[in-house]
């Protein structure tokens, strides 16, 4: 028998959490996770699960606009929907989101330092555009309307002092720019305190291929 729709969701968000657990890219019940389910609604864990071990009962229903609607005896949703909120509201072609605090990611997001998106071909097409998001509070509405002003922008945000916020049109493609982000940024803090001097690619040759290389098309930003 075949499952239905919200059962393979929140099972392949069930991976994706100990994916992310079993890889460094999350700890305990840091961060929340999410998938959109249909065009007006979206899976997220609920408020203090563990990432590498989700069930079915640790996912709550939202609404992609407006005020969720408390039931009873329903899991209580991350405090974070308002960010999550905010990229599936702005963004029509984003299908997952994942926030974490991974060691490498959190450390650059607490650093000021920027990203660099030139040495491979992972940084380069997931890495292309990175935006920075000052602190608020998590769970705020001041932090969910922060992150809806750079969410056209880019498809990973560093969330200052906080963590990372990466989204993309299917679990697997957020999972694997969350993955890249944390390698790149794990290579920045090593290189430097190993003294290994890393080359960046030229402009032209990352332009080149972002456009011609047929690797993927390349990303249509809004801004």
Known sequence: MKANPE???????????????????????????????GNDNFLITASGTDMGELTEGD??????????????????PSKEVPMHQAVYELRPDINAVLHASPFYGTMIACS?????????????????????????????????????????AANILL????GVLV???????????????????????????SGTKLHSLPARTVDGFLNDSGYRSRRKWSK
């Open 59 to 76: 996912f709550a229903l939202c609404p992609v606009s407006g005020h969720m609607e408390s039931r009873e005896g329903s899991p209580k």
């Open 112 to 152: 000021g330092e920027p990203i660099p998106a030139d040495w491979f071909v992972e940084a380069m097409y997931y890495l292309e555009r990175v935006e920075r998001v000052p602190y608020y509070h998590p769970g705020s509405r001041e932090l969910g309307e922060a992150v809806r002003a750079k969410a056209g």
């Open 167 to 193: 989204y993309d049109t299917s679990l697997r493609e957020a999972r694997m720019a969350l993955h890249t982000l944390e390698t790149v940024c794990r290579m920045m803090v090593e290189s430097r305190s």
């Open 159 to 162: 969330l200052e002092n906080h």
């Open 7 to 37: 059962q393979a969701l929140w099972e392949r968000l069930r991976d994706t959490g100990k994916y992310m657990l079993d890889n460094g890219l999350a700890w305990g019940n840091s961060g929340n996770i999410s998938a959109r389910a």
